[in-house]
């Protein structure tokens, strides 16, 4: 295993640690491989899980790390609870499609935190987690008036509270090495990726920094709703 992939891994698996540490709506059940390269997670929001509305509270879903992690290849996450919540972007056999679908989609730079929080939000169906260019669920002919008669988000909290965000000079040189999305991608709806950096006493500067991006096109955008 490369170095590159290897503190990667080590990094992402401390990060994932603090969230679940700190939130009692995100647990870490189960790893697989030292340093992890697969997770059971179990993601404790409301979520819709039918076309009637019914919704659940608990679901599990399971990231695959990919050998070409995080170069080329993004994480894959498939919920593992059945029914899979009910989503224009979650196929019907639980695939969670985050707009990575080809290499050229993904970036290295995307953080594990960021696409832990994207989950989330498609699974509380915030207004902006649905891509409807791109369905991965067409079993609903109509899914804009149903969004339409939906009452979304199933959850108006913060994800990440703004007490536990690093406002230090190693947060800000992170966000100006992030790239996140285009505007062309804008443009086209597809779900964002959030950019957050957590930092507490257990995590160290050298344990949580990111690999330098060149010329990147940063994009910031709050959690609040």
């Known amino acids: 295993m490369n170095n590159l992939r290897n503190n990667r891994l080590k990094q992402d698996y401390l990060t994932l640690k603090v969230l679940s540490n700190k939130f009692n709506y995100f647990e870490i059940e189960k790893t697989e491989g030292n ?16 076309k009637n509305g019914k919704t659940r509270n608990n679901h599990q879903v399971i ?3 990919p050998s070409g992690y995080p170069m080329n290849d993004a994480p894959r996450f498939d919920f593992l609870t ?25 970036h290295f730079g995307y ?27 067409s079993t609903n002919s109509d899914w804009i008036s149903w969004i339409e008669n939906q ?7 913060p994800l ?4 536990i965000i690093a406002k230090n000079s190693i947060q800000k040189n992170q966000k100006s ?21 957590i930092v507490t006493s257990k995590v160290s500067a050298q344990q949580i920094e990111t690999p330098v991006i060149s010329k990147p096109i940063v994009r910031i955008k709050q959690v609040f709703h």
């Open 177 to 197: 090495k992030v790239s996140i999305r285009s505007k062309k991608q804008k443009e086209l709806k597809k779900p964002l990726v959030k950019v957050r950096n």
């Open 111 to 137: 953080n594990i935190e960021d696409l832990i929080c994207q989950v989330a939000e498609i699974i509380i169906f915030t207004p902006e987690s649905h891509n409807l260019a791109s369905k991965a669920n």
């Open 82 to 106: 059945r029914p899979p919540v009910y989503h224009p972007n979650v196929s019907t056999s639980g695939w969670i499609c985050l707009g990575f679908g080809h290499r050229q989609d993904w």
């Open 160 to 163: 990440f509270p703004d007490d």
């Open 151 to 157: 009452k979304i988000p199933l959850y108006s909290g």
């Open 63 to 65: 990231m695959k790390i």
């Open 35 to 50: 340093p992890p390269i697969s997770y059971q997670f179990n993601f404790k929001f409301p979520g819709f899980i039918d």
